[in-house]
């Protein structure tokens, strides 16, 4: 055998090896030396992590109906928390104005500035706030009606705000308050043009579609469909393109869409309505710009709920807890963790619907319209006490619902 024979012999094994290498899943995870003890290593965390999970939890309300909503008691003291010391000054209310719209409550009324960002939006606010007016003591509000918080943690002083945000992450100290799509102005789409809107008559349809869908019946699929707000998607809507028996994933068209490349190179998909939604067993959820609106249509489908990154949040996230009413994934998780975890919950079905029953109940019991009233009353009752200053009429705002002009 000449040398020449055996060079070549040598490159054709080197190259396979490389081959091999690069096709090959990295095997590393604790220690793991092959694919099948990752994974055996993987299957393992999620079961413990599903028994400890359930086994520690406490229901936040002793009272299944929860009428005082003490399930966000936690979440309000949180979020006021950094005032507590301070109160709030005329001057700090003043300063916080160019973050939102200035509202103000006065004599059991409602008063806001002339031009609102988002009217629909705006709307959406005001629908609770007029109602709990009889309710309410006198305050000045700033309500941010963006997507994006306003006050960040690392900003020097704390006499920096208040200001009103439905969603912010750990770095921001906005305080939440539940977002004006629990009665207009969500997000237009095809299906709905003038935004979701009116949580009550949606949560309605679909607690009336799940028991028509019952959990066998349901497409063992991973199931998505969603505009590209953020690139965290796209691992999975490529998943779905090379293994669409695993997961049915698309991106549709929003507003900013110009062309294919917008949905990763692939014509935008027609919108699904959240009712159809409820026939697959596994609902994947992202955040957008900011929260998802999304969640908790999803919870009430009675799927399995898999909420991938959990850095922001909505006034009642924190009472939503990982492995016992969703499955939580971190931030733009891998093609391959997505497999992994589909193919556990396939193998492990009766945890998969006990997850996904929890997570529906909670929403259905502490959710509900009686719960974004109350949340709104006790946060404004418990923040206006915070007023250092007499609140006072100012004639530049124009009153709400009333149908006149304040003259005060």
Request: charged share 25%.
């Given at each position: 055998?000449?040398?020449?024979?055996?060079?070549?012999?040598?490159?054709?094994?080197?190259?396979?090896?490389?081959?091999?290498?690069?096709?090959?899943?990295?095997?590393?995870?604790?220690?793991?030396?092959?694919?099948?003890?990752?994974?055996?290593?993987?299957?393992?965390?999620?079961?413990?992590?599903?028994?400890?999970?359930?086994?520690s939890y406490e229901a936040c309300s002793k009272d299944?109906?929860?009428?005082?909503?003490?399930?966000?008691?936690?979440?309000?003291?949180?979020?006021?928390?950094?005032?507590?010391?301070?109160?709030?000054?005329?001057?700090?209310?003043?300063?916080?104005?160019?973050?939102?719209?200035?509202?103000?409550?006065?004599?059991?009324?409602?008063?806001?500035?002339?031009?609102?960002?988002?009217?629909?939006?705006?709307?959406?606010?005001?629908?609770?706030?007029?109602?709990?007016?009889?309710?309410?003591?006198?305050?000045?509000?700033?309500?941010?009606?963006?997507?994006?918080?306003?006050?960040?943690?690392?900003?020097?002083?704390?006499?920096?705000?208040?200001?009103?945000?439905?969603?912010?992450?750990?770095?921001?100290?906005?305080?939440?308050?539940?977002?004006?799509?629990?009665?207009?102005?969500?997000?237009?789409?095809?299906?709905?043009?003038?935004?979701?809107?009116?949580?009550?008559?949606?949560?309605?349809?679909?607690?009336?579609?799940?028991?028509?869908?019952?959990?066998?019946?349901?497409?063992?699929?991973?199931?998505?469909?969603?505009?590209?707000?953020?690139?965290?998607?796209?691992?999975?809507?490529?998943?779905?393109?090379?293994?669409?028996?695993?997961?049915?994933?698309?991106?549709?068209?929003?507003?900013?869409?110009?062309?294919?490349?917008?949905?990763?190179?692939?014509?935008?998909?027609?919108?699904?309505?959240?009712?159809?939604?409820?026939?697959?067993?596994?609902?994947?959820?992202?955040?957008?710009?900011?929260?998802?609106?999304?969640?908790?249509?999803?919870?009430?489908?009675?799927?399995?709920?898999?909420?991938?990154?959990?850095?922001?949040?909505?006034?009642?996230?924190?009472?939503?807890?990982?492995?016992?009413?969703?499955?939580?994934?971190?931030?733009?998780?891998?093609?391959?963790?997505?497999?992994?975890?589909?193919?556990?919950?396939?193998?492990?079905?009766?945890?998969?619907?006990?997850?996904?029953?929890?997570?529906?109940?909670?929403?259905?019991?502490?959710?509900?319209?009686?719960?974004?009233?109350?949340?709104?009353?006790?946060?404004?009752?418990?923040?206006?006490?915070?007023?250092?200053?007499?609140?006072?009429?100012d004639p530049s705002l124009k009153r709400i619902g009333?149908?006149?002009?304040?003259?005060?």
């Amino acid at each position: 055998m000449n040398n020449n024979f055996v060079l070549l012999l040598l490159t054709i094994l080197i190259i396979n090896s490389s081959l091999a290498k690069e096709s090959t899943p990295q095997c590393n995870e604790d220690g793991a030396t092959t694919c099948l003890e990752l994974n055996t290593n993987l299957n393992d965390k999620i079961t413990r992590s599903i028994k400890i999970a359930v086994d520690s939890y406490e229901a936040c309300s002793k009272d299944a109906n929860d009428v005082n909503c003490t399930c966000y008691a936690a979440g309000i003291k949180r979020d006021l928390a950094p005032y507590k010391s301070i109160g709030f000054s005329r001057q700090m209310l003043e300063d916080a104005a160019k973050y939102g719209t200035r509202y103000k409550i006065y004599g059991q009324k409602l008063f806001r500035e002339e031009n609102c960002f988002f009217p629909a939006r705006c709307q959406g606010i005001e629908h609770f706030l007029l109602e709990l007016l009889p309710q309410l003591p006198n305050m000045d509000l700033v309500i941010n009606t963006r997507d994006y918080p306003q006050l960040h943690s690392s900003w020097s002083s704390s006499r920096i705000g208040p200001v009103f945000s439905f969603s912010k992450t750990s770095e921001y100290r906005d305080i939440m308050y539940p977002a004006w799509t629990f009665w207009a102005g969500g997000p237009a789409t095809k299906l709905h043009p003038t935004g979701i809107g009116r949580w009550d008559l949606m949560s309605g349809k679909l607690k009336e579609v799940t028991t028509k869908i019952p959990w066998q019946e349901k497409e063992q699929l991973g199931f998505f469909r969603g505009s590209r707000t953020s690139d965290e998607r796209d691992s999975l809507i490529l998943l779905s393109r090379q293994q669409p028996q695993l997961v049915e994933a698309q991106y549709t068209k929003n507003q900013a869409w110009k062309s294919p490349k917008d949905t990763l190179d692939a014509p935008p998909a027609e919108e699904v309505s959240f009712e159809n939604h409820c026939k697959y067993k596994y609902l994947f959820n992202f955040r957008g710009v900011a929260a998802s609106f999304r969640l908790k249509h999803l919870f009430l489908c009675n799927s399995l709920v898999i909420h991938v990154g959990e850095e922001w949040q909505e006034f009642f996230y924190h009472q939503l807890k990982p492995w016992v009413h969703y499955v939580p994934l971190h931030s733009y998780p891998s093609q391959a963790e997505y497999v992994q975890l589909l193919d556990y919950f396939k193998n492990h079905d009766v945890l998969a619907q006990q997850i996904a029953q929890r997570g529906h109940d909670f929403i259905g019991q502490h959710l509900r319209f009686q719960d974004i009233k109350c949340y709104w009353r006790k946060l404004l009752k418990r923040y206006a006490k915070l007023f250092k200053y007499e609140i006072k009429p100012d004639p530049s705002l124009k009153r709400i619902g009333g149908g006149i002009r304040n003259e005060l």
